[in-house]
């Protein structure tokens, strides 16, 4: 199973079903939706080896979207922005205790990414964390975990947040900085090389 993370400020995500189908959308959920497009989604079908998770470092509950359980999503803005607008309004405002579907795939987790972390990653398993500017370094991808963020300030707590763990900048000889959805689909797609091709359906 592959683990795409990605950082946000859960305040800055605003958007109302209401603004979606009038076409209108936040720079924050337009990145996250890319972000998730391409974590999970491939030419074919849904990645069912992939789980990405949207968190927030500052926030003791996160919304884990599982590739292989994943219904009724589709690789379009709209289908995925409308998923996870639902997806946020439950997690800001349920109070529930236990893990819960928001729609088929969609969990509402009430942890931190720190304990969902350490649930996952076995003793001194690397876990990346993006470095978008541009790198000559020849780098051979050692872990199942990815990181991905925004803004610098999310980027930051992140780090300090999570220094208990053995977490690596990774980098790609792209020759330009990345954007942070560029770096998802070079990441799925070297791996999908180094283990002949993606699981999927």
């Known amino acids: 199973m592959r683990y795409i993370l990605i950082g946000v400020n859960f305040t800055n995500i ?14 924050q959920l337009d990145l996250l939706c ?40 589709g690789p379009d803005l709209r289908s995925i922005s409308l998923l996870m607008v639902k997806a946020f309004n439950k997690l800001k405002n ?9 729609t088929p795939g969609i969990y509402i987790i009430p942890q931190s990414i720190i304990e969902y972390l350490t649930n996952i990653a076995k003793t001194n398993s690397i876990i990346y964390y993006a470095e978008y500017s541009p790198s000559e370094t020849v780098i051979k991808i050692d872990s199942n975990i990815l990181i991905i963020y925004f803004e610098s300030s999310i980027k930051d ?12 900048p990774l980098k790609f000889d792209s020759g330009v900085q990345l954007t942070p959805y560029e770096f998802i689909i070079i990441y799925q797609h070297y791996l999908d090389l180094m283990f002949s091709r993606p699981l999927h359906e």
């Open 14 to 27: 605003t958007d109302i079903k209401e603004d979606i189908d009038r076409g209108l959308i936040t720079n």
């Open 34 to 73: 890319n972000c998730i497009r391409f974590a999970l989604f491939i030419s074919d079908g849904v990645r069912r080896d992939t789980k990405t998770i949207v968190f927030d470092p500052d926030f003791n509950k996160i919304i884990v979207i599982d590739g292989f359980k994943l219904k009724y999503m």
């Open 94 to 102: 349920d109070l529930k205790k236990h893990v819960y579907q928001s």
């Open 157 to 168: 707590k992140i780090l300090r947040k999570l220094e208990r763990f053995n977490i690596k």
